[in-house]
């Protein structure tokens, strides 16, 4: 898990909403980020100097980088900022996610470039 995930949860009636944020994302994988299940909304991913791609899982708690197959692939190119948004959420158990160098689910290796990641759940 990264040391730069933060997690903010706004538990009241009007805001029932978290915010999940790592501004330094490598290949080690962040699990289970929201501790509960809920509906991923917003993804937000920005990147520096090299092609990466997100990987995200909506099942499992715990990740093997190169082993576990995401659900989700966003492939985003250098300095770029990449904005998915789902209005009515896409539902998930577990949420957890990681960057690598190529869309292949056997990929372990870490691109150069961190990324800059913000995920909206409820």
């Given at each position: 898990m990264s040391t730069n995930l933060k997690t903010a949860r706004f538990?009241?009636?009007?805001?029932?909403?978290?915010?999940?944020?790592?501004?330094?994302?490598?290949?080690?994988?962040?699990?289970?980020?929201?501790?509960?299940?809920?509906?991923?909304?917003?993804?937000?991913?920005?990147?520096?100097s090299n092609v990466g791609y997100l990987k995200i899982t909506l099942t499992e708690a715990t990740v093997v980088v190169g082993t576990t197959v995401p659900d989700i692939i966003i492939k985003v190119l250098a300095s770029t900022t990449v904005r998915v948004t789902m209005p009515s959420g896409v539902a998930f158990t577990k949420l957890s996610f990681w960057q690598t160098t190529t869309g292949a689910d056997s990929n372990n290796t870490s691109a150069a470039a961190q990324f800059d990641v913000t995920l909206v759940t409820t």
């Open positions: 538990d009241t009636e009007t805001l029932t909403y978290k915010i999940v944020s790592d501004a330094a994302l490598r290949h080690a994988s962040n699990d289970d980020v929201t501790a509960s299940s809920g509906f991923l909304h917003s993804i937000t991913v920005a990147n520096g």
